[in-house]
C-alpha cells in the first residue's frame, strides 16, 4: 500500500524546472526541432507510434523530444495523448497487396516475382562509425538522386500466395464478418482469440517481443522458420463514415508486413504443411515485425497440437509482460511512498529477529544447563 | 491514385471519392494556394468545426485473413455548408484543421455541376500530378535498388 503524501511542492517545481533545463541542454547548441526529430529520427518516431498505438508522425516527435530521447517515455505520452481524442470509427482493412512497396525481400525464393526490393536498410551497411556524420553541413551525407528512372514498379505477389497455388501453405484463415476485439475497449481475457494476440503483439514492446523470438529460435519452443516475405512502404487508409455512404481514402500509412513459414508436420485433421506467422507493424519496423511472427507463431501452438513447453508459447506470459506502459508503470511504481507499508514490513522483521534470538538464547541456556 | 481497394457504387460517387482521396493526400499550402487562386468564392458556414480524433486502423491475419485491431490513426473531420446549400466534407488523415476545412469547401464546390469540369482541371489536376509524382519517386527509388541474386552453380549439379 503506498499513502497519498503531500507537501513537497516547491521540490516538485524545482525538478520539474531542471528537467526542462536539461531537456533543452546547453543553450549554446542549437535546439532540436519536431520537425528534425520526425525527418532525421524516423525510426525512433515509427516505433514510438508503433508501441504507443496511434499513427502521428508530428505527436510521435514531440512525444521524443519532450521525453528527451526516452522512448518508453515518450510512448507512454502518447498512449496518454490518444485517451483524450474520441473515436470517429474503423477503417476497412488495410490492403497490404496494393502497398506502393519500398522495401520487399524473401528469404525463401531467390526470384520472386517481381523481385527483391532491398530499399533503405542497415542490412548491407559495414556498421562502422561514420565520422563523417559528426561534421555538420559536409557535402555526401545526403547523396543526390541518381538522375535514372527505372520505370514504374511491377505488382507484387505475396510469397504466401506462391507457396498456396501448390496447397502447400495454411491460408489466411476465415473472413468471418465479426468485429475483432479490442484491448483498448476490453481488458485481455485468457485464452485470447489471434485477433487480440495480434493487436497485444502489435502495440507490444519490441525488445520483449524480440527476446520471446530470439528464445523460440534458440530451443525454447522451437519451430523452425524462414523469413518468406518482409514488405515495408506505403497504404491507403480508406473509411467508410456514416454520413457519407461511402468508403474514402484519408491519406496514407507506412507500415511494416513480415510473412514467417515455418514446417509442420501435420496432425489428425491437417496435412503436413506450412504453417505461417504474421508481423504488422506501424512504420518501418521491420526487427519488431518479425519478432511479432515468431511470436505469433509460437502462440498457436496449442491450436495446432503442439507441446507447449516454452515460455514464448505461453499466452499469458507474453500477453501480460508484452505491454511496455504496463510494465514501466508496475515497475516505476515501486518509487511512490510505501513508508506505511515498509514500516510495518520493519516491525514484523523486528519482531521475528527478537523471537529468533530468544529461541537461540534458550537452546543455548538449555544446552549449558545439559 | 491507390484506389484500387475503395470499394463504390456509381460514377458519380467514384469521382467524388477521387477528389476527396487526392484533397485528403495534398500539402496543407496547396490547397492554400488553389483556395487563394479561386476567383469567387463562396460564403459558407461550418456546419460541423474541424474536429481531430481517432480511427482504429484494421490489419488482416496473415494480411488476408480475418479483421484485426492494428492501432489508431489521427484523423481530422469537417462539415462546410456552402452559399448554394451544398455541403462539403472534409476528412483527412493526422490534424491540420486548415486542411481539412479547405478539403471539405473544394468537395462543395466539386459538387456543383457548373464549376466542376473547371475546378477539376485548375486545382484537382495539379494536385494529381504532384502526387502522382511524389509516388513515381518513391517507386524509382524502390526500383533502383532491385537485386538479382544469383546462386553459384555447385559442382554436382553441373552437366
Given amino acids: 500500500m503506498y499513502v497519498a503524501v503531500k507537501g513537497g511542492e516547491q521540490a516538485i517545481d524545482a525538478s520539474l524546472?531542471?528537467?526542462?533545463?536539461?531537456r533543452r541542454g546547453d543553450a549554446s547548441v542549437p535546439e532540436l526541432s519536431v520537425a528534425q526529430i520526425k525527418q532525421q529520427m524516423r525510426l525512433a518516431v515509427d516505433r514510438v507510434m508503433c508501441e504507443g498505438s496511434l499513427y502521428d508522425p508530428d505527436l510521435a516527435a514531440l512525444a521524443i523530444k519532450q521525453a528527451r530521447g526516452d522512448l518508453f517515455e515518450a510512448v507512454f505520452l502518447l498512449r496518454a495523448y490518444r485517451t483524450t481524442l474520441p473515436r470517429f470509427g474503423v477503417t476497412l482493412p488495410l490492403d497490404t497487396a496494393a502497398m506502393t512497396t519500398r522495401r520487399r525481400i524473401s528469404a525463401t525464393y531467390k526470384d520472386i516475382p517481381g523481385g527483391q526490393i532491398l530499399g533503405p536498410s542497415f542490412d548491407y551497411s559495414h556498421r562502422l562509425l561514420d565520422f563523417a556524420l559528426m561534421d555538420e553541413g559536409a557535402p555526401g551525407l545526403a547523396p543526390e538522386r541518381a538522375d535514372e528512372t527505372r520505370g514504374e514498379s511491377a505488382p507484387l505477389p505475396r510469397v504466401t500466395d506462391i507457396l498456396g497455388q501448390e496447397g502447400l501453405i495454411e491460408g489466411d484463415g476465415d473472413l468471418d464478418g465479426q468485429a475483432p476485439?479490442?484491448?483498448?475497449?476490453?481488458?485481455?481475457?485468457?485464452?485470447?482469440s489471434r485477433d487480440l494476440r495480434l493487436q497485444n503483439l502489435a502495440r507490444g514492446d519490441e525488445g520483449f517481443l524480440l527476446a520471446m523470438a530470439y528464445s523460440t529460435q534458440r530451443g525454447y519452443g522451437r519451430n523452425h522458420p524462414f523469413a518468406g516475405?518482409?514488405?515495408?512502404?506505403?497504404?491507403?487508409?480508406?473509411?467508410?463514415?456514416?454520413?457519407?455512404?461511402f468508403a474514402v481514402e484519408i491519406g496514407d500509412v507506412?507500415?511494416?508486413?513480415?510473412?514467417?513459414?515455418?514446417q509442420f508436420k501435420g496432425s489428425?485433421?491437417?496435412?503436413?504443411q506450412f504453417t505461417r506467422g504474421y508481423g504488422l507493424t506501424f512504420g518501418y519496423c521491420e526487427r519488431k515485425a518479425m519478432a511479432m511472427a515468431l511470436c505469433d507463431r509460437a502462440l498457436r501452438a496449442k491450436e495446432l497440437g503442439e507441446d507447449i513447453t516454452a515460455p514464448a508459447q505461453d499466452e499469458e506470459f507474453v500477453l501480460a509482460h508484452s505491454d511496455s506502459v504496463e510494465a514501466s508503470g508496475f515497475v516505476q511504481h515501486l518509487k511512490l511512498p510505501h513508508y506505511i507499508d515498509f514500516q510495518s514490513e520493519l516491525l514484523s522483521v523486528r519482531d521475528m529477529r527478537a523471537k529468533a534470538m530468544a529461541r537461540a538464547n534458550a537452546k543455548e541456556a538449555a544446552d549449558d544447563a545439559a | 491514385m491507390q484506389s484500387a481497394t475503395v470499394p463504390t457504387d456509381s460514377p458519380e460517387t467514384a469521382a467524388r471519392q477521387r477528389w476527396m482521396a487526392v484533397l485528403a493526400r495534398a500539402e496543407t499550402a496547396e490547397l492554400e494556394a488553389a483556395w487563394a487562386g479561386l476567383a469567387d468564392k463562396p460564403a459558407y458556414r461550418l456546419l460541423r468545426k474541424?474536429?481531430?480524433?481517432l480511427v482504429m486502423a484494421r490489419g488482416r491475419v496473415g494480411g488476408a485473413g480475418g479483421a484485426f485491431n492494428l492501432g489508431e490513426i489521427a484523423v481530422t473531420r469537417c462539415a462546410a455548408q456552402l452559399a448554394d446549400g451544398r455541403t462539403g466534407f472534409g476528412y483527412v488523415g493526422g490534424r491540420d484543421v486548415r486542411k481539412c476545412e479547405l478539403a471539405a469547401l473544394f468537395d462543395g464546390l466539386l459538387q456543383d455541376g457548373a464549376r466542376q469540369s473547371a475546378l477539376l482541371a485548375s486545382v484537382i489536376a495539379p494536385l494529381v500530378a504532384a502526387?502522382?509524382?511524389?509516388?513515381?519517386e518513391t517507386q524509382n527509388d524502390a526500383a533502383r535498388t532491385k537485386v538479382n541474386f544469383f546462386a553459384l552453380?555447385?559442382?554436382?549439379?553441373?552437366k
Fill in chain 1, 181 to 192: 476485439g479490442d484491448l483498448t475497449r476490453e481488458p485481455l481475457r485468457f485464452p485470447a
Fill in chain 2, 50 to 53: 474541424p474536429e481531430v480524433g
Fill in chain 2, 153 to 158: 552453380e555447385r559442382g554436382e549439379d553441373a
Fill in chain 1, 254 to 262: 507506412t507500415v511494416t508486413e513480415c510473412q514467417m513459414i515455418t
Fill in chain 1, 268 to 272: 489428425a485433421d491437417k496435412p503436413p
Fill in chain 1, 17 to 22: 524546472e531542471q528537467l526542462a533545463r536539461e
Fill in chain 1, 229 to 245: 516475405e518482409i514488405r515495408m512502404g506505403d497504404i491507403a487508409i480508406v473509411i467508410e463514415p456514416e454520413e457519407l455512404g
Fill in chain 2, 131 to 136: 502526387q502522382e509524382a511524389r509516388k513515381a
